[in-house]
């Protein structure tokens, strides 16, 4: 099965993507020049890194003591990819850039992720870049930015530390002016930085010439020791190779050495390290110390990294997506092929007929319908944030401020509902081969090893769940929650006039309701661990209603265009939202119990207790 007819429904029937060439920044494009786009990146996939992905998985990244060793095949499709231009795809033509949207881009990226989610690490250096080109100086944004733009660079993003894991807080990497002159660097004030960073993936590599790091640090006080808390995080740009203001190396290697390789259950074909800043392997002018350039004001730099942080989460949630989809596709080929079993009668099961192929029994075709729900519905939603980014680029002052404001309510659903549950569409794969999907014979087993990173990827559950509830819902007086709310009534009310969707608009709109009654119930006594001892379950909650109201407005526009269900692909959306209403929204009821009652079982029993 393609993935590229769904592709074209959500972006050209649904998001409407081509009326984004009316705009003055895509006026040089087409529907021809996004299905350029679309060819290009669906060959390299299927060409370069669809064949490849066991033998990443199987071949992982070894570190010799002087580099890390990687498959030949990781070389050539990063290459292939670097050519493709997809790095700078939706950046300024004056930086090498196509001004592609980046609701094409992201549809493009798509492909790569369901061929080879381990082979590069391009959606951090396209993060990396786009931090710099919003938070770096001009002469950062040239040297760095743009060199990573090209692919001659890669770029890494390093916040956990081995003893701080996601609390950023307690960040004890240190960083001190280097000289009397360090303010006067035209690379940015020149720091020199000293600690350990853990789980950074793309840390170390010979894909390219070199490797620019995002590094969370803390610059001390007058009396030399850190401030606590996140306040006094500062950003810094680290490179592994230095460079002069031409972006040329000078042949002095920086004070960053690779402490070793982490080796994960999945994405085994990226690099993730451990590195080690400032120990004095690779002395700088004789001292140790990694030299770093501040980027932005002192002890901003968490503030910085969230722009970098925000496109990372939602570059997780398209891979956790793409992931999904994966094995939804391999699971569905598999139940039209595989002979398994008879049809029981009114007499029985009679052993004389012949088998019937799997997909003919009701289970699996509930196991498929549920992959097929979970997955093209988290990648309409994945979609559908990348519109808004379109949208607050290059809208009209106030549209692009609403789509401001969804990004900010929708990030946290975007990066943690498909991953989780695209990886349950990963686990239903496996379980429709059998025993088969446990082997190695098949390939949905890796495909479900490398999702379930994707849980812990950019924000465990828990620390999405607590933005959701203690940040998102309430910021700015809740006018993004209000606005969303907006949206999917809106929806509602254009569905209640089609008759087969009346009843889902129903349910959704009922769902809503508890939702927000739900938010104000956890916020009721005003105390945070009261509101937040729930928060995952209020978010799996929220997340289920997004997914019910992006499945509505995908199933009413497939009707508008085929009202008669003539189509194979319309009686598939349609089926695939009717299975999310009956089977999907009706778990919130269950979830959102214990929010309203601000429930205390997980948070008061006693240590001793467990």
Not at 223 to 251: A, C, Q, Y
Request: contains cysteine; glycine residues 10%.
């Amino acid at each position: 099965m393609s993935l590229r007819p769904t592709l074209d429904f959500l972006l050209y029937d649904w998001l409407q993507a081509e009326s984004l060439n009316q705009r003055e920044r895509f006026a040089d494009h087409s529907r021809e020049t996004f299905d350029a786009v679309l060819d290009t990146c669906e060959r390299i996939a299927r060409e370069k890194y669809a064949p490849n992905n066991r033998i990443v998985d199987t071949q992982e990244p070894q570190f010799d003591g002087d580099k890390v060793i990687l498959p030949q095949a990781t070389h050539e499709a990063h290459k292939a990819f670097v050519e493709s231009g997809m790095l700078s795809a939706a950046q300024d033509y004056d930086i090498g850039g196509m001004q592609l949207p980046y609701t094409v881009q992201a549809a493009a990226n798509s492909f790569f992720a369901m061929a080879s989610v381990s082979i590069g690490s391009n959606m951090l250096t396209s993060g990396n870049a786009n931090l710099l080109m919003v938070h770096g100086t001009p002469m950062q944004q040239e040297v760095f930015a743009k060199n990573e733009f090209s692919g001659r660079w890669a770029g890494t993003m390093c916040l956990s530390e081995p003893q701080a894991g996601s609390s950023l807080s307690d960040v004890a990497t240190r960083a001190v002016p280097d000289g009397p002159d360090f303010q006067d660097d035209p690379l940015g004030p020149r720091y020199r930085l000293t600690g350990n960073k853990m789980w950074i993936s793309a840390g170390d590599h010979e894909l390219t010439e070199n490797i620019v790091h995002i590094v969370l640090a803390k610059i001390p006080d007058e009396n030399g020791k850190l401030v606590p808390g996140t306040r006094g995080i500062s950003l810094f740009i680290v490179p592994k190779k230095l460079v002069d203001t031409e972006g040329r190396l000078t042949g002095q290697r920086n004070d960053v050495a690779l402490a070793g390789l982490n080796h994960k259950l999945g994405w085994r074909g990226t690099t993730n390290t451990l590195l080690n800043f400032g120990e004095g392997k690779f002395p700088v002018d004789g001292r140790a110390g990694a030299v770093g350039y501040l980027v932005g004001a002192p002890g901003k730099g968490l503030h910085c990294m969230f722009h970098m942080m925000n496109e990372a989460r939602i570059g997780v949630g398209t891979a956790a997506t793409m992931l999904g989809m994966a094995g939804y596709y391999a699971s569905l080929d598999y139940a039209k092929n595989r002979p398994q079993g008879r049809p029981a009668g009114p007499a029985g099961k009679d052993a004389a007929r012949p088998q019937v192929r799997i997909i003919e029994h009701a289970d699996v075709r509930r196991m498929l319908l549920a992959q097929k729900s979970y997955c093209e519905g988290a990648l309409a939603l994945e979609l559908y944030c990348a519109r808004l980014v379109d949208e607050q680029k290059t809208g009209e002052p106030q549209a692009a401020d609403e789509a401001r404001l969804l990004l900010e309510v929708l990030t946290p659903i975007a990066k943690s509902w498909p991953s989780e549950w695209c990886l349950e569409a990963n686990s239903l794969a496996i379980q429709v081969h059998g025993g088969y999907g446990y082997t190695r014979d098949f390939p949905v087993e890796q495909y479900w090893r490398d999702n379930r990173l994707n849980m812990i990827h950019e924000g465990t559950h828990g620390i999405q769940a607590a933005d959701l509830l203690g940040r998102k819902v309430l910021m700015e007086d809740g006018r993004g929650l209000q606005l969303l709310a907006g949206r999917i009534t809106g929806t509602a009310d254009r569905a209640a006039a089609v008759p087969s969707l009346a009843g889902h608009a129903r349910a959704l709109g009922e769902a809503l309701q508890r939702v927000g009654s739900a938010t104000r119930a956890a916020w009721s006594t005003g105390n945070p661990q009261e509101a937040l001892a729930n928060a995952v379950p209020y978010m799996q909650a929220f997340g289920h209603l997004v997914l019910a109201w992006i499945w509505l407005d995908v199933a009413d526009r497939a009707l508008q265009a085929d009202p008669a269900k003539a189509q194979p692909a319309t009686m598939g959306r349609v089926g695939a939202a009717d299975y999310f209403f009956h089977y999907e929204l009706p778990k919130i009821d269950a979830w959102l119990q214990v929010v309203e009652r601000r429930d205390p079982t997980c948070a008061a029993l006693p240590e001793e207790a467990f």
